[in-house]
């Protein structure tokens, strides 16, 4: 996407979704107070995308409830990014962080309760979303891979992109072997080209549950295609939140996976083979991550294709699937 069409639509979502809030800043107004922020990370935040009125729109969930930001935004007539990519694409973290501050702080705001929004994608338009594969020691050691010697990189598309609540349509007319894998998610905030391990977290906005969602058949039985066995429509579901990186030492989360109740997966990321810093320093010299990129980091052991083959049941319509991972929130998805 070229600088100038972004700049466009950056501008044309925030004015677009104070209009929908009912009033806010003109666009020469908005401009000059975007224009005049300092560019930067949010800090000390959890954010999320809301689906109201048939658009997403940027929360932040706070002590006192979900602050729909455009709303407050329009409410208060400070500039604040309308959207998670907004956020992220166009650094616009102070601006978050002033617009939280003084809703917090002023009776023209109305919070939202968790169990009255519907969640959206926690991000919509990524360059990249890049996933790392055999990338726990217990689980190389369960599905008897051979240790990596570096990163193992595959890639899924915006096509799979998922969020919390949702659903995954199992494509049953191209395969039957369906797989669970929870996962760190790390979410770019600043571009990143060739980067040191030592200053490689310094590049994260933020950090999220997700679930790399596989059809094992097509990963392994079709000629190796783990392209096609990742990145079908919905196998990418990350979320809730995004919980920024401030907040996070990412090398220290319990994660859990359940299904139907019954759990199937519970670990810590200290059992990565390559911590988040050498994934982010790896990547980055190979291809340039942007603000808005996310990776999956990779799964720890106990997914079904780990299982001896008289045990493997493979996942099916009606599942329920629940992902946890430590101060990042529960990710939930149904299989239909």
């Known amino acids: 996407m070229s600088s ?55 929360g932040v969930k706070t002590m006192k409830g979900i602050l729909d930001v455009p709303a407050a935004s329009a409410a208060l007539k400070m500039h604040a990014p309308a959207t998670v990519d907004d956020l992220l694409q166009n650094e616009d973290g102070p601006a978050l962080n002033a617009l939280v501050d003084a809703a917090m702080k002023s009776n023209k705001v109305k919070f939202l309760q968790e169990s009255d929004i519907a969640f959206g994608p926690l991000v919509t338009r990524p360059e990249k979303i890049v996933c790392i594969g055999h990338n ?14 570096e990163p193992v990189l595959f890639s899924k598309f915006d096509n799979a992109l998922n969020w919390n609540l949702g659903n995954i349509k199992l494509p049953v007319n191209v395969a039957t072997k369906f797989d669970y894998e929870i996962e760190l998610v790390i979410v770019m905030g600043r571009k990143a080209s060739n980067v040191s391990e030592d200053d490689a977290l310094s590049y994260v906005a933020g950090y999220a549950t997700g679930n790399d969602f596989t059809a094992r058949d097509l990963q392994y039985e079709r000629g190796g295609q783990w392209l096609i066995g990742k990145s079908c429509d919905g196998f990418a ?23 139907n109740g019954e759990t199937r997966q519970s670990w810590n990321t200290n059992d990565m083979i390559f911590p988040c810093k050498t994934l982010i320093s790896y990547v980055s010299k190979h291809m340039t991550l942007k603000p808005g990129d996310i990776i999956y980091t990779g799964t720890p052991h106990g997914v079904i294709n780990g299982m001896p083959k008289d045990k493997q049941v493979w996942l099916k319509p009606g599942d329920k699937i629940a992902c946890s991972l430590e101060k990042l929130g529960e990710l939930k998805f149904d299989l239909v």
């Open 4 to 58: 100038t069409r972004r700049t466009f639509l950056k501008g044309a979502g925030v004015v677009g979704a104070m209009a929908a809030a009912g009033g806010g800043l003109t666009m020469t107004e908005t401009q000059s107070n975007a224009s005049t922020m300092p560019r930067g990370m949010a800090k000390n935040l959890t954010v999320l995308h809301i689906f109201r009125d048939n658009q997403r729109v940027l």
């Open 136 to 149: 726990y020691k217990h689980h190389v050691e369960e599905i008897k891979a051979p240790w990596p010697k």
């Open 237 to 259: 579901p990350v979320g809730p939140f995004m919980v920024t990186a401030d907040q996070i030492d990412p090398q220290n989360l319990k994660l859990e996976c359940r299904v």
